[in-house]
């Protein structure tokens, strides 16, 4: 999995260094519009931007031969016209469709729809450091007034599982006991809302609403949260006014669909290094920074799992984010 990301591909240094710079600290230009120069079953022969990509079985590679000579890959943003052609049978595999489509489909005898464990939880990011989120009391009240298993079955469809902790399930030294689910619990929500001190706290919550199933999650979290005493204010912004409030860590809460990386260490790194321009959250946890240079100077994962359980449990007991659920990867295939 980390192999298949950018960040942990295998470069050529040869190539690296007949195209451009190899310096430290200066990036490489040739890079940002070139793949890496490794190899794989297949080679790109044709590729036109936001429409379709050719694939060709690559003869000079070292493993198991690629079993389909050809491979066709449309880009589709259509929803509708990506679930027409999934029920009509015209795309051997579709992917990237919502869970309600994917449900549909799973009822039609046109389709079979598999799914498997994805890196791509579900979220409320807060800001840590300042306003009514900045209480780790009302933080933790949250979480324990999110009807977690309303939410996977009339958003997810059942294509999720659970958990609470800073990096998903499958990811090397995540401990499932360690990072057990919260459950919906509310009277223990609001005595935590007492406990911190706030009098009628109000939240801001900001959505991208074009995102699918994302106006009936922060609908569903309003209504619960409510129950227990928080109001909630619903800020709906555009794809790009989100991204860049998100990306800059000015707003208060967000609702949001990750992509997780697969690798526990950079995680923690990502999303709890003090004043770090990626922790956008604003996560700092006192004593964290100590363990965070014990977690870098690890040589191995077997050295490195003291440090996580421990920034583990620094994350959970701190409650800077909710997971509301992992969503899951799926795939329609024709029914044949």
Request: glycine share 6%; net charge neutral.
């Amino acid at each position: 999995m980390t192999l298949a990301q950018s960040r942990g591909s295998i470069y050529d240094p040869k190539v690296i260094k007949d195209h451009g710079e190899d310096k430290k600290g200066v990036p490489n230009q040739w890079l940002a519009a070139h793949t890496a120069s490794s190899s794989g079953p297949y080679v790109l022969d044709e590729y036109v931007a936001n429409n379709y990509a050719v694939l060709k079985r690559n003869p000079h590679y070292y493993g198991q031969a690629a079993k389909e000579p050809v491979v066709r890959v449309n880009f589709i943003t259509s929803i509708p016209t990506l679930m027409l052609q999934a029920r009509r049978g015209e795309a051997d595999v579709t992917l990237g469709l919502p869970p309600y489509v994917v449900h549909e489909l799973s009822q039609n005898d046109c389709c079979t729809v598999t799914a498997a464990p994805a890196f791509a939880p579900v979220t409320v990011s807060f800001d840590n450091s300042s306003g009514v989120t900045s209480n780790p009391k009302l933080r933790e009240a949250l979480t324990y007034a999110v009807p977690y298993e309303q939410i996977k079955a009339s958003v997810a469809y059942g294509y999720a599982d659970s958990y609470y902790g800073p990096f998903v399930p499958g990811t090397p030294g995540f401990d499932p006991q360690r990072s057990a689910a919260r459950p919906l619990d509310k009277d223990r929500a609001r005595a935590l809302v007492k406990e911190s001190g706030l009098v009628n706290p109000q939240i801001d919550l900001m959505i991208n609403p074009t995102s699918p199933g994302v106006s009936t999650l922060a609908t569903i979290l309003k209504a619960s949260w409510e129950d227990i005493g928080v109001t909630v204010n619903i800020d709906s912004q555009t794809p790009t006014a989100f991204a860049t409030k998100f990306n800059t860590g000015k707003y208060q809460s967000a609702l949001l669909f990750e992509s997780a990386g697969a690798v526990a260490a950079y995680e923690l790194r990502k999303k709890m290094t003090c004043g770090s321009s990626f922790n956008n959250q604003h996560i700092c946890i006192p004593g964290t920074p100590d363990l965070m240079k014990k977690l870098d100077n690890a040589p191995d994962l077997q050295a490195q799992q003291p440090y996580i359980n421990a920034l583990v449990d620094a994350w959970r007991a701190s409650s800077p984010t909710i997971i509301l659920y992992r969503a899951q990867f799926t795939q329609s295939w024709p029914t044949r």
